[in-house]
């Protein structure tokens, strides 16, 4: 199976281990870090799973989930796996009486998470049969699939090494996002053990010359000086 989830995390550590995770399972993923960004990502990308951190800032994870479930959002059937450090049994059942379809504590293993999400969308119904055809990532002409591992950029295979692929497609499944030099890092983290910070901009360089009708005018993937990379949301 192939899904969108969407990881509601605010330690960036732990949401760029499960983001990475989730790639290697063949699914996309989109990761924010507060409550009221988890409840307008969830709105607009009707992810097919939701992992949602307890001990989030502006909305905690009880609130998101009580929205979600309160059936005024439309979102009702999106299932729904809490994270936490809060292991009371009163946090469970409020977690699960809210409508939770699971519920992790940490410390948690990437393998059992990962199993654990197999079974909330095998329960969901979200099986291999019901999967799209097509679960590429698209922005701005560019098309990433995670699952047949290919680029193409207009129609037109792109060859991409591991740690730029990794990167377009976090790119890719965020248009628009600006991602710091230390976060596009982290995404080629064990693709390319050598890379440094600097490096980061080396693959955006040779991205470039891939999908950039002039690199030196760059159209689809922009600097913002000071901040680091995006890759625009609409076509060049």
Request: proline share 6%; glycine share 8%.
């Amino acid at each position: 199976m192939c899904a969108h989830v969407l990881v509601a995390e605010d330690d960036e550590m732990q949401a760029e281990l499960i983001r990475r995770s989730l790639l290697a399972e063949g699914h996309t993923a989109t990761v924010v870090h507060d409550g009221a960004a988890a409840l307008d990502a969830a709105r607009r990308l009707r992810p097919d799973l939701v992992v949602l951190d307890l001990m989030l800032p502006v909305i905690d994870g009880f609130g998101v989930c009580r929205v979600l479930r309160g059936g005024a959002e439309g979102q009702v059937d999106i299932p729904v796996l809490m994270l936490t450090a809060r292991s009371d049994e009163d946090d469970v059942l409020l977690g699960l009486e809210l409508g939770a379809d699971d519920y992790m504590t940490k410390p948690y293993s990437p393998r059992e998470l990962m199993a654990r999400i197999r079974t909330v969308l095998r329960r969901s119904g979200r099986t291999a049969a019901d999967t799209p055809d097509d679960p590429a990532v698209r922005a701005a002409g560019i098309s990433v699939d995670p699952v047949r591992h290919e680029v193409r950029c207009d129609g037109v295979p792109v060859e991409c090494t591991p740690a730029e692929f990794q990167i377009l497609l976090s790119m890719a499944g965020e248009p628009d996002r600006v991602f710091s030099r230390r976060q596009l890092l982290q995404c080629t983290r064990g693709f390319d053990r050598s890379s440094t910070e600097r490096a980061v901009d080396v693959h955006i360089m040779n991205l470039r010359r891939k999908i950039e009708a002039d690199p030196r005018k760059p159209a689809r993937l922009l600097t913002v000086f000071g901040v680091g990379y995006k890759l625009s949301g609409g076509r060049p």
